[in-house]
């Protein structure tokens, strides 16, 4: 799945340009600093200016969305169990 925010293929990309970010920020005497973190969702890399705290309650995931991954994960398995059984590729 892509994400529609800035992503960075590599740790290193995004880095770079949370130190670019940073350093703008800290001649405009701002105290932001910028976060590297790894998404789940496309893999990839963004930045957040978010505390460590504040970006853990968003990524929190609910009762509704561990169900409906659970149920996803079985339904793969299971039609992995019936192609192999099947012989289909
Ligand atoms: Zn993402």
């Given amino acids: 799945m892509e994400c529609l925010k800035k992503s960075f ?9 949370k130190e670019q970010i940073d350093k703008v920020n800290q001649l405009n ?12 969702k496309c893999g990839k890399y963004h930045l957040t200016s978010m505390s460590k705290k504040k970006f853990k309650s968003t990524q929190k995931i609910t009762k509704e969305e561990r169900d409906r ?6 339904v793969n398995v299971e039609s992995d169990y019936w192609l192999n059984k099947l012989g289909i590729e």
Avoid: F, G, P
């Fill in 9 to 17: 293929e590599t740790k290193q990309e995004a880095k770079e340009r």
């Fill in 29 to 40: 005497k701002d105290n932001t600093r910028m976060r590297v973190y790894h998404c789940k």
């Fill in 69 to 74: 991954r659970r149920i996803s994960y079985l």
